[in-house]
């Protein structure tokens, strides 16, 4: 066990920061890690956002639920998905772009580079002692976030990362097992097989929650999701992403 994997191993959300703020240069480390994530065919989809202003971070906050550790951090970072420079390029090399980058696959392209390199930055970020925490929820008002950050067209903020010295830290959720996720040769299609790994799971994560919690919490995983999932959220999606020039051709 090296100390990449004992970091990755003990990755966990942080939703509690002390009032400490990153430095330059720990900003400017994060996100030269970042960019030395894998890219498909060195297309480097993907722009970063950094955010210190306190009101901004309250406006994205607000947008993403009201979830205060998006205002108290030492850094919130933006990842988007940003294919308006290669847009330049064509213009640049007079050449006829729109038709790929309005593709399903380069839009693919655009949120693989982003997460991979937002990946990048968390492992980095915990490196360094710090804790982060994913923010889908300012997906949940795009357009306002778009003119919050000025975004041009063709480029989508996917999701933020608060970064931090931790002031609390929780207990490590258990994920899946490896051998419900890890399938070799060919997927696991004997359906007995994948729904006692998923009764099993259940069970692990009920006691999880029933030990963090003093008993106030069972739920099962299946249950979480299903209840989750049964809601329709963010359905205007696919029509902001055609609006902002990304068409999935």
Known sequence: MNEVITTLLNH????????QQLSDEQIKAIVSCAQAASTSSFIQAYSIIGIKDKEKKRKLAEIAGNQEYVVENGH???F??????????????????????????????ALIDAALAAQNAAIAAESMGLGICYIGGIRNKLDE??????????VIPLFGMTVGYPEKINDQKPRLPQEHVYHEEEYEQDKSVY???LQDYDQVISSYYEERTGGIRKDRWSEQMANMLEKQTR?????????????LR
């Open 12 to 19: 966990r959300s942080i939703r509690h920061f002390k009032d």
């Open 76 to 78: 919130l970072f933006v």
């Open 80 to 109: 988007c998905a940003d294919l308006f420079r290669h847009e330049m390029i064509g213009e640049i090399e007079q050449k006829e772009v729109a038709s790929s980058i309005e593709s399903t696959e380069k839009f693919m392209v």
């Open 145 to 154: 976030v778009k003119n919050l950050l000025k975004t041009p067209e063709r």
């Open 195 to 197: 729904l006692q790994q």
């Open 235 to 247: 359905m205007y999606m696919k029509e902001f992403v055609q609006k902002n020039k990304m068409n």
